[in-house]
């Protein structure tokens, strides 16, 4: 008997025609619930900016294996070519990868801004070196359709510039994404020193 006067009781707590505090209708919940815009937005540019590292990722390691498999010998240079020289730093692009994922679960601002020069220095550096690197080769593709490195049948000059212009995409983006998540961070931070 005891238990079903709790479970009754109870029931008439949550529900609309039962008990309710003193001085309201039990419709003023809506103000309750709403979450400040900063964090909203600090919790979108976080998932944006995670979504890119795996993509950032996925890149890192297409360029890693191309460069294992030539160096190690594991595939003829007739299917996968030696790596171009802009290709060596680009391996460095990890550490803002992982200081850009070590800063995103507890809002470290030091670490997103240790991420966003060193994407600077070892993403966005390479690929502007790259670009001007492998432009005589592929100047000669275009002009007399000569290609001497290949991978895996395909001209490797071709291959590496649409790897190229998904990275720099990529990385404007995170760049991009990590200077508005910082400036949230800022104004957060800001609003609760004025309190």
Sequence with gaps: MCFFCICRFLSKMTSRVGLRAVGTN????????RVAPDYQMSASLKS???KLNLVHLLLWLLVAAQMTVSHFNLMSH???SMPYQWEYPYLLSLLPLLCSSLSLPKNNISYLVISMISAGLFSVAPLIYGGMEMFPVAQQLYRHGKAYRFIFGFSAVTVMYLIMVVAVQVHAWQLYYMKKLLDSWFNTTQEKKKK
């Design 26 to 33: 039990g419709t003023d919940f809506k103000f309750r619930e």
């Design 78 to 80: 007739d299917t996968v």
């Design 48 to 50: 944006e900016i995670r």
